[in-house]
Structures are given as structure tokens and as C-alpha cells.
């Protein structure tokens, strides 16, 4: 089954910005809605963003509104997360998935840590 494969993650103090990208080698990449999650250390996985086929509309957890961005390069095959304002509770495995009406479609894949210090 095909994955997405998540990058861009690190370590960064608070107040930084980190920016991750989620790519594809699947040609129908764009037809999906992608779907950002995150789980940090002995928590459920919860839902981050959203954004739709064309990117014309995207949805936000209200734990990150004003201070995330998702978007996508249909182009490129890739989504991308921009990520500012970063707090020490943002710290967690970031994964990217295709999603209808929330759910995730595929496998996950390995994620991206990213870590934010105070």
C-alpha cells in the first residue's frame, strides 16, 4: 500500500519555526484531501490540519489556529506544514495521511519528531 513519507522535523526552541513536508511518489496524490496528525509521548494521536484536493480549503485543530499553515504543491506531490510560534506542548511524532472526513485512508508511516525546548 502506498505511504506517505513525512520530513522536516527537528529540534527548535519555543517561539521558533520548523516547516515539514509530506511527499508522494503517487500519481493521484492530488485527488486526496492530506491530513497532518501528531502524537506526543504516551498520548493518543490527534488530529493537527487539513486541506483539501486543491488546496482551497483547509481545516485546523483549535490548538495550533494562527500559529500553523498547511498547504500543498500538487505539482510537487508534496504538503507541507509551516509551523510558528512553536510551544513545548507541540513536541510529538508528526505523521501526514490521506484522509475522507478525518479518517485516515492509508498505512502510517514513519513520521517526523519534532522537539521543541523551553
Known amino acids: 500500500q502506498v505511504q506517505l513519507v513525512e520530513s522536516g522535523g527537528g529540534l527548535v526552541q519555543a517561539g521558533g519555526s520548523l516547516r515539514l513536508s509530506c511527499s508522494a511518489s503517487?500519481?493521484?496524490?492530488?485527488?486526496?484531501?492530506i491530513g497532518w496528525f501528531r502524537q506526543a509521548p504516551g498520548k493518543e494521536r490527534e488530529f493537527v490540519a487539513d486541506?483539501?484536493?486543491?488546496?482551497?480549503?483547509?481545516y485546523y485543530a483549535d490548538s495550533v489556529k494562527g500559529r500553523f499553515t498547511i498547504s500543498r504543491d500538487n505539482a510537487k506531490n508534496t504538503v507541507y506544514l509551516q509551523m510558528n510560534s512553536l510551544k513545548p506542548e507541540d513536541t510529538a511524532v508528526y505523521y501526514c495521511?490521506?484522509?475522507?472526513?478525518?479518517?485516515?485512508?492509508?498505512?502510517w508511516g514513519q513520521g517526523t519528531q519534532v522537539t521543541v525546548s523551553s
Open positions: 495521511n490521506a484522509v475522507r472526513a478525518g479518517v485516515a485512508l492509508l498505512n
Open positions: 503517487l500519481r493521484i496524490f492530488s485527488h486526496y484531501s
Open positions: 486541506i483539501n484536493w486543491n488546496g482551497g480549503s483547509t
